[in-house]
């Protein structure tokens, strides 16, 4: 039995697990499954979230950040910087929390006329665009050739902003789009790109 990610197609969290992967070469294999009608993973994982990782031994492991992790610590490519490493797992957590931001906002716009919040909407993107300026003067300190955990969680955090809420952020973080411009060529960010499953 291999080692296996369960992931979806759209999700953020489950595509900087997958890029994680493949940049670390960890032997995961992956499976791209509906979470909403996974009830498989409930014993393993009772959030019944995605990405969860299922171990050779059925051992569960989650959530993204525990997976990356461990996929760093079963590889012998790091991700992890010796130099600086607090700030580079800030950034890490404020990538995951422009994801959940967006992710967040996603589901809200998607609730019914009625019972959806403008307020909350609104509040979200502006945490996002916030975050985003907050991360511009840091474009400069992003690695453009080499995989480093926070590199890959921006980037990954800045193309589902395209995806889902507006690609409108470079005019005011151009650093940040000539950055992305190169780091998304990448080959573990072309074959992990978001998409909508088909209806
Ligand atoms: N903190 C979790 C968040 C995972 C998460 O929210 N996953 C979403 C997909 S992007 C999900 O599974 N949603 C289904 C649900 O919560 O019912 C992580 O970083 O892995």
Redesign the pocket.
């Known amino acids: 039995m291999p080692h296996v990610l369960y992931t ?1 197609p ?5 595509r ?2 997958s890029v994680v992967i493949r940049e670390t070469g960890a032997p995961i294999e992956e499976q791209v499954i509906d ?2 009608t996974s009830s498989f993973l409930d014993p393993i994982n009772p ?5 969860t990782l299922v171990l050779a031994d059925g051992t569960g492991i ?4 525990v ?1 990356c992790r461990y996929a760093v610590a079963l590889a012998t490519r790091g991700l992890m910087a010796a130099e600086n490493p607090w700030d580079i797992e800030t950034r890490w957590a404020l990538a ?1 929390g422009i ?2 931001a967006g ?1 967040q906002r996603r589901m809200e716009s998607l609730r019914p006329e009625g019972e959806k919040s403008a307020t909350v909407i609104a509040r979200l993107g502006e945490r996002i665009e916030r975050a985003l300026d907050y991360l511009e003067p840091a474009a400069a300190l992003l690695p453009r050739e080499q995989a480093r955990i926070d590199s890959i969680a921006v980037a990954v955090a800045l193309e589902y902003t395209d995806f889902r809420y507006t690609r409108g952020w470079r005019e005011h973080c151009p650093g940040l789009g000539a950055w992305l411009a190169v780091y998304g060529e990448r080959p573990s960010m072309d074959e992990t790109r978001p998409r909508d499953p088909p209806h």
């Open positions: 979806g759209s999700s953020p969290f489950g900087m697990a979470v909403y959030l019944r979230q995605i990405p989650y959530d993204s950040r997976i995951i994801m959940e992710l």
